[in-house]
Each structure stands twice: as structure tokens, then as C-alpha cells.
């Protein structure tokens, strides 16, 4: 079973707005991390949020973390075109932590 | 600085060959993995390397794969004989330590015939 599950699977959104995208995980973990992936290329690393940590900014990213939910949510504030991209969520686990275990990922697309 | 670099980007391959997927890590990193994507499975964790040491290779599919680290700079992953199941984008991805970022190369995309 997926470690980490993003909510929605597809979103699509006009420029400008807000997109928010969830991520539910089942275990405990040391940290977690959002990545983006561009059609054909490979991963890049946003932001990381310890577990002992609720928020954290990094730009237009804002990330949430709730480990009594075991869940973490990630915004992105007025959204562009260039935002356009697949979005992961992946999770460091307290054993094994230097593994991250990645979920399937949102498809986001910003309509201009 | 240049970031993890990959080779071949594109391999096509036929059925039964052998295929040689390379790998140079960013420098002073001592964490690299291997990851396949694919469409229905998603992105998988094949084996990852902390100091050249093989540490978790329990996503490895089966005994056609097999992944090297002979020194910090270079990896690669094997698969003999290829199969088109094998058809996938193979990542690699280092890392400076335990509980941060991973940086991930452009990959290779393989296809099996």
C-alpha cells in the first residue's frame, strides 16, 4: 500500500488562483518533502518540513504538516503558467529514514 | 555546480539484451538512488547507497538487476536480459545525508523491444 496518497489526482485552475494539493501518509515519519516534476523531466525538490514542524514558507509555498492526521497540504499562491507541472509528496521514514517513499503525485495545470 | 548527470538519456534495446544505466552523483554527497517511473506504478525505490555501500536494494524487481557503486562519483544499474517490462524512466538521485533533499538527474528513458 502507498505510503504517501495525493489528494486531488488532477487539478486545473486559471492563473492567478490559488492550488492546493494534500498528502495523507500511514506511518510515522522524520520528515516530509514535496517535489515537483515537469513533463519529461526529472524531480525537483520545493520544501521540506520536519515532523516536529506545523508550517513552513518558501516563496509562493506555503506547506502544512499535521502529524496527528498524518496528513500535509501544499499552496501555492497566485499560481502561474509556468506552475504547471506534477507535484509529489514524499516521506522520510523513522526506519530506513534516508529512504523517501514518494506517492503518485497531483497533475497540475494553470489555464492562462 | 553540475547536477547528478545521467546516461544514456534514451536507450532502445531489444529483448534479451544487456543494458548498462550510469550515474554521477553531485559531489560530496554520499546518499544515491535508483528510482523507476512508470506510468502505472508510479516512481518506485529500486536500491539506494549511503558512503558506496549498498544499504536497501529490496525494490530491486528481481535478479536481472543489479546496481554498483565502485566510488563516490560513479553507479550504475544493470539489467541482463532486458525485457519490455523493463520499458521505464530510471532515476538517479543523491543526496547529502540522512534527512534531507535529494537531487534528482534528467534520467534515462529505456525501451525494451
Known amino acids: 500500500s502507498q505510503q504517501g496518497e495525493e489528494d486531488p489526482q488532477a487539478l486545473s485552475i486559471q492563473e492567478g488562483e490559488n492550488a492546493t494539493m494534500n498528502c495523507s501518509y500511514k506511518t510515522s515519519i522524520n520528515n516530509l518533502q514535496w517535489y515537483r516534476q515537469n513533463s519529461g523531466r526529472g524531480l525537483v525538490h520545493l520544501i521540506l518540513?520536519?515532523?516536529?514542524?506545523r508550517e513552513k514558507h518558501s516563496g509562493r509555498l506555503r506547506v502544512t504538516l499535521d502529524t496527528s492526521k498524518k496528513s500535509s497540504s501544499l499552496l501555492i499562491t497566485a499560481s502561474r503558467a509556468a506552475d504547471t507541472a506534477s507535484y509529489f509528496c514524499?516521506?522520510?521514514?523513522?526506519?530506513?529514514?534516508?529512504?523517501?517513499?514518494f506517492g503518485q503525485g497531483t497533475r497540475l495545470t494553470i489555464n492562462p | 555546480d553540475a547536477g547528478v548527470i545521467q546516461s544514456p538519456r534514451h536507450e532502445v534495446t531489444e529483448m534479451g539484451q544487456e543494458v548498462t544505466l550510469r550515474c554521477k552523483p553531485i559531489s560530496g554527497h554520499n546518499s544515491l538512488f535508483w528510482y523507476r517511473q512508470t506510468m502505472m506504478r508510479g516512481l518506485e525505490l529500486l536500491i539506494y547507497?549511503?558512503?558506496?555501500?549498498?544499504?536497501?536494494d529490496s525494490g530491486m524487481p528481481e535478479d536481472r538487476f543489479s546496481a554498483k557503486m565502485p566510488n563516490a562519483s560513479f553507479s550504475t544499474l544493470k539489467i541482463q536480459p532486458s525485457e519490455p517490462r523493463d520499458s521505464a524512466v530510471y532515476f538517479c538521485?543523491?543526496?547529502?545525508?540522512?534527512?534531507?533533499?535529494?537531487?534528482f538527474g534528467p534520467g534515462t528513458r529505456l525501451t525494451v523491444t
Open positions: 518540513i520536519r515532523s516536529n514542524e
Open positions: 547507497f549511503n558512503n558506496n555501500v549498498p544499504i536497501d
Open positions: 538521485a543523491s543526496s547529502w545525508a540522512h534527512g534531507y533533499e535529494q537531487y
Open positions: 514524499a516521506t522520510g521514514l523513522i526506519q530506513g529514514a534516508q529512504k523517501l517513499v
